[in-house]
């Protein structure tokens, strides 16, 4: 870390800041300045918290030389991880893009299943579907819970597609565990600690969705907390943040946390273009900007009456629309693969 005392520090609070930083093994280079002193410390942060060397008199500023999130920063793992999600599909480094699609909830297992075949005809590998709903309004559908996860299950035995969906609790954790292929956190749930340290004991790919306003290095860092507690397999998720318009999206979609990501860490990151803008005509063009800027997949809400879908149905494709959207990304996925060969 480098801290940067004040113009007017006396030599006492520099040496307190010094002596402290050495009896927890810091190695100290110091820089006596005409104007500023500088103090670069190398250690480990985890000894020494940056806030409590902030509070020392003398101090004006401390900044951190590495990021925060050692498991899933770049620093501890140059290439890129790569996650075998099981029947032959992997997502991460150079592999093809992962596409989920399927309804925002599970309603019944007709039109599931009905979906479901629709998807994987147009070429998705994964079927989305929430049993437990997070719904803003108590009066809102709250989801199908046990009954919705079985529904999933007989659908997969029927079309081989993998599931995801999301996990609220820690309690209901075991259950969605048993029959999920890939666990979800939601946005609201994206800073729930107990419940991402849960996961983490699980070896099973878990799908992290970014909050609606959290930085980029907070959702790194709740990825380190399923990474910390055992649970390597994480898939991170950009799914839009809360923007100053909400007339005409839902959410602001920042595609400029895709390459960020792939800078600043190894995991794989996939978008979410119907939570991110919140309206049906955006999630094509909105998905060709996200393969573009370089995202492992896609998690697309798809529902075969979406006027009459119990929940967001105003961002969900029809079968058509999503056929249609799947023949134009192709031809990206092909020229981004074809790019990356040719590297």
């Given at each position: ?26 190695k ?34 401390v ?12 620093e ?95 309690l ?61 397999n994480v898939?991170?998720?950009?799914r ?17 946390a ?37 995202a ?48």
């Amino acid at each position: 870390m480098i801290i940067i005392m004040e113009s007017d520090a006396t030599q006492e609070q520099i040496d307190k800041v010094v002596n402290r930083l050495k009896e927890n093994g810091f190695k100290i280079n110091l820089n006596l300045g005409d104007v500023l002193t500088v103090i670069a410390a190398i250690g480990d942060k985890r000894l020494v918290q940056p806030q409590s060397i902030a509070s020392f008199e003398g101090v004006r500023e401390v900044k951190l030389i590495q990021e925060p999130f050692k498991m899933a920063s770049r620093e501890s793992q140059k290439t890129d991880t790569v996650i075998d999600l099981g029947n032959g599909i992997k997502i991460g480094g150079n592999n093809k893009p992962v596409i989920m699609a399927g309804p925002c909830s599970v309603e019944d297992y007709d039109s599931l299943l009905e979906i479901a075949k629709s998807v994987k005809a147009s070429g998705a590998q994964i079927l989305r579907g929430g049993a437990f709903k997070p719904r803003t309004s108590p009066y809102d559908f709250q989801g199908l819970e046990e009954k919705g996860l079985e529904y999933l299950a007989k659908v997969r035995e029927k079309t081989g597609l993998l599931i995801i969906t999301e996990v609220m609790d820690t309690l209901d954790l075991p259950l969605v565990e048993e029959y999920a292929d890939i666990i979800q956190i939601g946005a609201r749930n994206m800073q729930n600690f107990k419940l991402l340290k849960a996961v983490g004991k699980y070896k099973k790919p878990v799908l992290l969705k970014r909050g609606a306003a959290a930085s980029i290095r907070e959702f790194l860092l709740a990825a380190e907390h399923i990474m910390y507690a055992g649970n390597p397999n994480v898939i991170l998720c950009e799914r839009g943040i809360k923007g100053i318009d909400s007339t005409y999206t839902r959410n602001t979609l920042d595609l400029a946390a895709v390459p960020i990501i792939h800078k600043y860490s190894h995991l794989p990151i996939v978008v979410d273009p119907s939570h991110g803008t919140g309206r049906r005509y955006l999630v094509e063009p909105m998905s060709k900007a996200a393969l573009i800027s370089g995202a492992n997949g896609l998690i697309i809400e798809v529902h075969n009456n979406p006027d009459k879908a119990v929940s967001d149905g105003a961002q969900s494709l029809t079968l058509e629309m999503f056929e249609k959207t799947m023949k134009n990304l192709n031809i990206i996925i092909e020229m981004n693969l074809a790019i990356e060969k040719n590297k």
